[in-house]
């Protein structure tokens, strides 16, 4: 008798209503399982961050609930705290401090993994060779004692990646990490972070506006659109009539830029 393996994320009914009134999330039930690279497709103001951001209460739900294998429920501070430090987030605006060296920005990934007091030592050297490991992983080794303001766009958010999985954690979320670059360097900053958290077995929740990459790379993609769930199912299945729904209040311009991507 074959046993049941919960999935190692789920949102149960999940809903997210700001203080406004405006409804970011309307009830969502979705699970994640492991090795998955799942992206979150749509326009800005669909419900990607939104639903990105309350796997980790960034935004906590109004209603519903988000399950984390292993953990009773994150309404505990200290499950909440734990699911934390084992969530890696990368942003679109890289998050990393200019006047930091790559190395010293790869190494605040590590300080979640100690108390708050350790956080007041020097990092200890195998702190320091795994933070080196992680750039040399992104193709940035030979610039890790350079500034991180002195770095392209594209190289800041390899530096993002990198400090992502020092944190070695259990689950990545990236938050639109590509959207600020362009076309050539967005494929290749996403194809490293899709081949590195592949090799790692680390699931990736990552959210795009990008219909081609998205097909590219996803092994699940999730479409959605005015806080909804419109599509949910794999690249192949991602047709005309699902691009329909995923961008129905779409604009002319962007009409012209996802019918383009679709056809490629």
Not at 125 to 146: F, P, T
Not at 219 to 239: H, Q, S, T
């Amino acid at each position: 008798m074959s046993s049941i393996v919960a999935p190692m994320l789920q949102l149960k009914a999940a809903e997210v209503v700001y203080p406004n009134g405006v409804v970011g999330l309307k009830p969502t039930t979705l699970a994640f399982e492991r090795r998955a690279f799942t992206v979150l497709l749509g326009l800005s103001g669909a419900g990607k961050s939104t639903l990105l951001r309350s796997v980790n209460h960034l935004v906590a739900p109004t209603s519903g609930s988000v399950v984390v294998k292993g953990l009773e429920t994150l309404e505990e501070t200290e499950n909440l705290r734990k699911h934390r430090r084992q969530t890696a987030m990368i942003f679109q605006q890289h998050q990393l401090i200019g006047r930091y060296t790559c190395l010293q920005n790869v190494l605040v990934g590590r300080v979640g993994q100690y108390s708050m007091w350790r956080t007041l030592l020097p990092f200890a050297e195998v702190d320091r060779r795994l933070a080196l490991d992680c750039l040399d992983r992104v193709g940035l080794l030979s610039r890790a004692l350079q500034r991180v303001d002195h770095l392209s766009g594209g190289q800041q958010q390899r530096v993002g990646i990198a400090r992502a999985i020092a944190q070695q954690p259990n689950l990545i979320l990236a938050d639109e990490p590509v959207a600020s670059l362009d076309p050539e360097t967005a494929h290749r900053v996403l194809g490293m972070l899709h081949q590195i958290t592949k090799q790692d077995e680390i699931p990736t929740i990552v959210s795009l506006h990008q219909v081609d990459l998205a097909k590219a790379f996803a092994d699940r993609i999730i479409g959605l659109n005015d806080g909804e769930v419109v599509f949910d199912g794999p690249p192949g299945a991602l047709g005309a009539a699902a691009l329909d729904k995923i961008y129905e209040r779409k604009t002319p311009v962007e009409a012209e830029a996802y019918t383009a991507e679709a056809a490629d």
